[in-house]
Every structure is written in C-alpha cells, then in structure tokens.
C-alpha cells in the first residue's frame, strides 16, 4: 500500500519560510520521480515544482528562485523548502509520486499578516 503523508505546513507571515516535508513508502522510492502540487480555494491543483531522476528540478514561474525541491533516499522523503512566501502562495500543497494516482492527504499553507 502506497503512503504519503505531508507534514511542515501552517500559518507564516509574508516573507517568511516552511519546510514542507513528505514521507513515502509502500514503493522503492529512490526510483520514482517526485513533485507538490497545490491548490488554492477556486483554483485549479498546479505543479509547484518536480524531481527528476533524482537531480534535475523543474518550478513553477512563480515560485522559481524562492522553493526548493529535493529529497532524501535514505529516510524516503522529498522536501520543499518555500522562501519570501507571498499571499498568493498559500493554498493545501500535496506531495505526489510524479504522475502517477498517488497522493498524499495534502498540508495546508496559510501567508497572513
């Protein structure tokens, strides 16, 4: 059975940071690629950003130079490290096995003043 579980997400005032974190199992998971959507309330779900084969990272426009995707085989967990959050970054973020039908439950992130 294929888990992910999401977890780091919360309240941050524009301008701070979070670290989203997720952690995988029920696959060998150094062989999948790995990427966070997120959906804000009325929007569409969208790709914030993806790892590929394991170093190369694919971002979003809006979010490029300021998240950072990476992960850890060891402890089979991606990580997406959010900088200089905005407003209009918060949304539930969700960690997915890249397309594929896994999904996690998702994290929400909130950017208030």
């Known amino acids: 059975q294929v888990q992910l579980v999401e977890s780091g997400g919360g309240l941050v005032q524009p301008g701070g940071s979070l670290r989203l974190s997720c952690a995988v199992s029920?696959?060998?998971?150094?062989?999948?690629?790995m990427a966070w959507y997120r959906q804000a309330p009325g929007k569409q779900r969208e790709l914030v950003a993806a790892?590929?084969?394991?170093?190369?990272?694919n971002y979003a426009d809006s979010v490029k130079g300021r998240f950072t995707i990476s992960r850890d085989n060891a402890k089979n967990t991606v990580y997406l490290q959010m900088n200089s959050l905005k407003v209009e970054d918060a949304a539930v973020y969700y960690c997915?096995?890249?397309?594929?039908?896994?999904w996690g439950q998702g994290t929400q992130v909130t950017v208030s003043s």
């Open positions: 997915n096995v890249y397309r594929s039908g896994y």
């Open positions: 029920g696959i060998i998971f150094g062989l999948y690629d």
């Open positions: 790892i590929i084969r394991g170093v190369n990272t």
